[in-house]
């Protein structure tokens, strides 16, 4: 099934190249193609559900964002993922697909919030998570998981409780499941809990 | 029997009770706490499983959840605080009337919980002066109730006036109070 899916869409789209996947058919598709390609997804191929609109981090390397979609079409009960590059390390940007499935709006408007990927074209692109004026993008890799200290988004409030966005504490952190085995055993905790936020991390 | 003792015979005071005024205001307020349901995650649950006729609150005389900060006067934190919600708390926390008590309720609104992140405000005490700190993840209504009847033990120590000019002069309240570490002896 799979298979010839991906020859029925590479026949039209030779742009398109395979993507390896542990699950479903997977597509890497280039930028300048990319509404045309879910154009006929949506209207030729069946693909009528937008699931999922995410992005990939690759840090260091060159292209260094990678835009995700998942569709499902409901007929076929088949899911097709596809893999968008950009072309800009340092401002990224896509192709917005508010156009064609209402469901990437605040898809979109997550995967600015937390990646900094400007999606163009989009109706009303503002953060969804974090608070309008806040200068980050925290899923990036260069992000850290404890957070960066930036003001309060409420001034008056600040001033108030002199409170302001701290990092938070990770000591020994980040906490994570062990994964499998009973629940009493897999209680997220800290994996290397002998150093502390006073306690220096010791290296070896 | 050199014990003294307020006792009301009607025969020497007719319709009179004598008492302090520390004693019945505090008395009136701790048996009539109106909480404010500050619900942001899944504490919310258990404080509405608190509120139900299973556990039921009003049985302490605090029942009537407003969701008004007008007519509240203690603020239950229940959840997790974003830095994006601290705002609302604290604006809310604000907009009740003095006199007024803030309950943290479970692991995420005392201390942030599991959530050692950027986005989450590790205890809303940084923001507004609790009162009563409840553990659990979320607490067990019980215990949420073990919290309110503490409130309403330390509001019936509170001095009734002197309290009210303490907290303007200091803006925080005085040393909390920890639920579920109660007192053996």
Known sequence: MAESELALLQERFDCLTERESADHLAVNCPAAKLVEFCTALRDNFGYDMLVDVTAVDWDAQSPRFTGIYHFLSLSKHEYLRVAVDCADDINPTLPSLCDLYAAANWHERETYDLMGIRYEGHPDLRRILMWDAYPYHPLRKDFPLAGIETPLPAADVAAQTGASVLPAPMMGGPFVSSGDGPMSQTEPRARDESWTEKKEKPTD | MNQQTVAYDSKVEGEVIVTQADAVINWIRKHSVWPMPMGLACCAIELMAAGGSRFDMSRFGMEVMRFSPRQADCMIVAGTVTYKMAEVVRRIYEQMAEPKWVVAMGACASTGGMYRSYATLQGVDRIVPVDVYVS?????PEALLDAMIKLQDKIGRESAF??????????????PEMAGAGKVS
């Open chain 2, 136 to 140: 659990g993840c979320p607490p067990r």
């Open chain 2, 162 to 175: 002197k309290n009210l000019t303490a907290r303007k002069a200091s803006g925080a309240a005085p040393a």
